[in-house]
């Protein structure tokens, strides 16, 4: 399936299963090439497509010309599908990862995977007939698309907005009177700093969910601020379907000061309903619940993948005696709330110190003149590693390297600091909205 968030992306996902096939959502941001690769390691039997991607499809089909093509009618009169109905067990979905960390991977969902995770988020979340989803985060992507079964379980009404754009999604929440939906820190970054939004009417909203990457305590501020509804922070993986932990408060805990809320609720929350969660040092011993010892998030139950498609060494290596390693590190407090510091593979040893790019992001998010930074690390011939950072300045603001590095000093350890700053427009982002590290290392690791 190649379309923007939209009807056809909804029916499609129905379609497909009650016909027996595995769905294969591509990202609508990759270019031909991408899709002809996914497409040699998927070997889809037929591509279907909408309007706004029917140029991409033929690209696409020049370079794999076996593939069929198609544009989906959605006239009701139609032929009907004829049911294929298949044990549990079987693969529902493919989900082709976004490649922040290189060659992207097929991630195989089965029907059980999906629906256990649609029906256990309806009764986290308290969805109901009543609520409004809006489709902003692509559909393609998990983010997202979870809701595409949970909302439909519970009679709820699917909104959409086709790609992400702040006036159209201020006005999916004022026209559409949206009530629920899930979105990705940048999206929610560019919507609470954008004066439009201040003068937007809001009160349809009674929850926004954050997802799909790290977000600091200071943006989560800024949300609970302007919109004034429910937040819940989560965090997921597609091989995972995605939710492993949502940031919902235990009801002991919901008489806090407002302060000691938002810190739990700026954290990566609790473990999702049937996901058995630890988090283990290297020989996969449990760390204290400390709030302060590091180790890597696994975990295992009826969400989890079984693996990778075709890939039977890389499944190997993520699944490991029963259970999913995330490559996550993260540390758990005495309420069982994981918050997560780090990826595995972002985690920048400097001089032989460990730095967790998350921490210092979260200082530079506070910067009242940054829009937005990534934290990275580049190969140094003396430490190692350094610290790098990408940051973009605020509409009109002024801020200079000594200004920055001022601020930073006041809140971080020496060696935790940015030795390079490089100054962005706008910072590369993958198709699912996330910022793009990986390619912020190679661009600047050859300077």
């Known amino acids: ?265 700026a954290r990566t929350g609790r473990a999702f309903t049937g996901v058995e969660l630890e988090i283990v040092d290297e020989r996969d011993r449990r760390v204290p619940a400390d709030d302060a010892t590091v180790g890597e998030i696994r975990v295992r139950g009826r969400t989890v993948t079984p693996g990778y498609w075709r890939a039977p060494e890389a499944t190997a290596e993520a699944i490991r005696g029963g259970w999913l390693y995330t490559g996550d590190l993260a540390v758990i407090d005495a309420e069982g709330y994981v918050n997560i510091v780090d990826r595995k593979k972002d985690m920048i040893v400097t001089g032989g110190e460990n730095v967790y790019s998350t921490e210092v992001e979260h200082v530079l998010d506070a910067h009242p003149d940054l829009q937005e930074a990534a934290v990275f690390g580049l190969p140094d011939d003396e430490w190692g590693e350094i610290v790098a950072a990408a940051v973009v300045r605020r509409p009109g603001a002024a801020l200079a390297e000594e200004g920055l590095l001022a601020f930073c000093r006041a809140r971080l350890a020496a060696f935790k600091l940015p030795r390079r700053i490089h100054w962005l427009e706008e910072l590369p982002k993958t198709g699912s909205g996330k910022i793009a590290k990986r390619l912020l290392r190679e661009r600047f690791a050859a300077r």
């Not at 309007?51 to 032929?79: K, M, Q, Y």
């Open 1 to 265: 399936m190649l379309a923007d968030n939209g009807p056809l992306a909804l029916v499609t996902t129905f379609a497909a299963s009650e016909a027996g096939l595995i769905l294969v959502p591509w990202n609508t941001r990759l270019a031909p090439d991408e899709l002809a690769a996914i497409a040699a390691s998927a070997e889809p039997a037929a591509l279907v497509h909408d309007e706004a991607c029917a140029g991409l499809a033929d690209e696409v089909r020049t370079r794999v010309p076996a593939l069929r093509i198609h544009a989906l009618d959605l006239d009701p009169s139609g032929p009907a599908l004829e049911p294929v109905p298949g044990p549990a067990s079987d693969v529902a979905q493919l989900y082709y990862t976004s490649g922040t960390s290189g060659r992207p991977k097929g991630v195989m969902l089965t029907h059980e995977n999906v629906l256990v995770h649609a029906l256990t988020a309806c009764r986290e979340l308290s969805l109901s007939e009543r609520d409004r989803w809006g489709h902003i985060a692509p559909m393609f992507h998990l983010a997202d698309a979870w809701a595409t079964l949970a909302i439909t379980a519970v009679g709820g009404t699917h909104l959409f907005v086709p790609r992400f754009d702040v006036e159209a999604v201020l006005r999916c929440i004022e026209v559409g009177r949206m009530t629920v939906t899930n979105l990705v820190p940048t999206m929610l970054n560019r919507l609470v700093r954008d004066e439009r939004t201040q003068r937007a009417d809001h009160r349809s909203l009674r929850l926004l969910l954050s997802g799909g990457a790290p977000i600091s305590p200071t943006l989560v501020r800024e949300i609970l601020t302007t919109f004034g509804c429910e937040y819940v922070q989560t965090y997921g993986m597609t091989e995972t379907s995605p939710y492993l932990t949502l940031g919902l408060l235990h009801e002991h805990l919901a008489d806090l000061p407002a302060d000691e809320r938002l810190r739990i609720q």
